[in-house]
């Protein structure tokens, strides 16, 4: 089941971790300690993008999200007021997308402490999204199993499910392709 309450901890120390692009190796370093504490095999590459990994029955599963944040804000600290999370004002609160990754890590707890029967799991946490998608474009995919998965980043009201949006590809003149 999932523990709000250990989610909500997750979430805060998350965002705490400055991670602007092009910034990420800190968090990316603390994801992968936290993924291998969670018993995953845990992959990073140059750029600093994670592939962790646990084992299950059937087809792999994916879960996805990014450990960057918009801007360039450092010190970023949460306050929680009339139970709504908040930045202090001086800084992005930088929840797009650590909400994802405190998902992601809290469901992992989860199905271990419940000892649910699940599909094996593979965790892509990249870096650069808020800049073009980076670490995405220069995630090696080849490395990667699953055929399906969830992406944990969409705007929009909580609860909702996006199962389709609209993309562009640009080359690097920024002509679109």
Known sequence: MINETRLLETFLALVAIDS???????????????????????????????IARWPGQGDPLMLSAHMDTVGKDVGITPVIRAGVIYSDGTTILGGDDKSGVAAILEVIRSLQEDGVAHPPLEVVISVGEEVSLRGAKLLDKSRLTARRGYVLDSGGPIGTIVTSAPMARWRRDNAPE
């Open 20 to 50: 602007p692009s092009g910034q990420e190796e800190t968090i990316s370093k603390d994801l992968a300690r936290r993924f291998a504490e969670l018993g995953g095999t845990v992959e990073q590459d140059e750029h600093w993008n994670l």
